[in-house]
């Protein structure tokens, strides 16, 4: 297992990758006694996610989507298709769920649980190069988006969300020149919580990835937090149908310590990459600026997708 926690010398690198400016600002912060990561304010962003076009999928085009099998309903996803995209190519596919609506905290950091909120596809990217679904997460019904967790509580069931990303993938693959051998899944926060509990539900949702990316959260096998779904049996077993692929962990501020411990435990041979964002912020938006870690990721992501 390969363990990559940045130490200072790759908050440094984060920092400076923008400008001097900064760096001496995030030193000073240090300095006085506060937390030694930086703010995403900080850094000027390089990459800004494309507007919603009220047309149909084209190279450079962000759209709304409703599949075949839910229209009528108040249920769409987002896709997005790189700017490079040719019709008879075959391209990897980013498929991503969002975090928590109504999530807002001290450094500013919000999410409002909705598909066209998604970020980390666009930064991993760059835009180019890969297919980008943003998907939802669906009530109990299956006709509407559940901004917050999964289905409705109590039960939570995620079936319709199962459901919907099946058909979603199978579509991409099918009329937008997906490869179904190259579909990555990742997520923020509760979609990074999401990457094992909805992408390793069962062995037919197991076999859509040949990579994974959860930042920011983490299925618990240890069950030390709460929240819909926790269930170390059950985690175990999703966990176990991962098998050789790998996943890029990653977390804001010292990483994702938790995660790498139970890991390192209960499943010592897999190719687990973890680090840092480099930031104190608890947002996908880091991805759309210059940073250490997006480089690691980046290199990591072309890997995954070439194997």
């Known amino acids: 297992m390969r363990s990559r926690f940045p130490g200072p010398a790759i908050v440094a690198a984060t920092v400076a990758l923008a400008a001097a400016g900064p760096f001496v600002v995030a030193r000073t912060a240090v300095a006085a006694g506060a937390p030694p990561w930086p703010d995403l304010s900080s850094i000027p962003a390089d990459l800004e996610i494309p507007p919603l076009a009220h ?23 987002v896709v997005w298709l790189p700017v490079d995209w040719q019709p008879a190519q075959r391209l990897p596919v980013i498929v991503e769920y969002g ?15 909705l598909p066209e909120d ?13 297919i980008w679904l943003c998907l939802p997460f669906l009530d109990g019904k299956g006709d509407s988006v559940a901004i917050t967790w999964w289905g409705d509580p109590p039960s939570y069931d ?50 859509l990835w040949c990579a994974f990316v959860p930042y920011a959260g983490y299925e618990d096998v240890r069950v030390q937090r709460r929240y819909p779904g926790a269930d170390p049996v059950k ?20 990483g994702p310590e938790e995660a790498r411990r139970q890991l390192s435990e209960v499943l010592p041979g897999g190719d687990l990459t973890f680090a840092s964002t480099g930031f104190r912020n608890h947002s996908d938006a880091w991805v759309l600026r210059p940073s250490a870690a997006r480089s690691q990721l980046r290199a990591w992501l072309e890997k995954a997708v070439a194997r």
């Open 118 to 130: 998604c970020k980390l596809g666009f930064g991993m990217s760059a835009g180019k190069g890969f």
């Open 99 to 113: 975090g928590n609506g109504g999530f807002r905290n001290g450094y500013g950091d919000t999410c409002t649980g």
């Open 235 to 254: 985690a175990m077993a999703r966990l176990r149908r991962l098998g050789d692929r790998p996943q890029f962990i990653c977390q804001e501020g010292a």
């Open 55 to 77: 047309a149909p999928p084209g190279p450079g085009r962000r759209v709304k989507q409703t599949l075949p099998s839910w229209r009528g309903t108040g249920v769409y996803h």
């Open 158 to 207: 995620v079936q319709p969300t199962l459901d919907y990303c099946r058909e979603a993938v199978a579509a991409a693959c099918r009329d937008l020149g997906g490869d179904p051998g190259r579909v990555v899944l990742c997520g923020f926060s509760r979609g990074g919580l999401a990457c094992n509990l909805v992408g390793l539900h069962d062995d037919a949702m197991a076999r």
